[in-house]
């Protein structure tokens, strides 16, 4: 049996701070935009607050978070594993680590082709 291929992880810290968040603001919400005033930052919102688009995705969910990419976005990285970590710095003015110090950052990796295939193989079995 193959194991699932998952699209978006995180690192131990977004762990930690996603837990610190959600014990401040109750029930979180990620979206990966692709641009605009905050570049391409994982946004992290007060679940309630955030109204996810026609075109955006679900990808996943980090620390029991639901993460939605913006469709174009995921047009464009379709193809690669995002890894949500936590540097020093500054976060998106709108997204909630912002005086934390610390913010979130999205790292990547290609999918291996076994990956790769997985992926296509539930996506198949997912639209049929």
């Excluded at 570049?39 to 980090?62: N, T």
């Amino acid at each position: 049996m193959t194991e699932k291929v998952l699209r978006v992880t995180a690192t131990e810290a977004a762990l930690a701070l996603i837990d610190q968040l959600r014990t401040k603001y109750g029930p979180l919400m990620f979206h990966q935009s692709g641009g605009c005033c905050d570049g391409s930052a994982p946004m992290c919102y007060p679940q309630a607050e955030f109204i996810v688009g026609d075109y955006d995705r679900l990808l996943g969910h980090i620390g029991g978070v639901p993460f939605y990419i913006s469709g174009p976005q995921f047009e464009y990285w379709q193809h690669t594993h995002l890894i949500i970590d936590v540097v020093p710095g500054r976060g998106g003015m709108f997204s909630l680590e912002g005086p934390t110090g610390q913010r979130f950052l999205t790292r990547s990796r290609l999918y291996s082709d076994e990956e790769w295939a997985t992926l296509e193989a539930a996506e198949r079995t997912r639209v049929a």
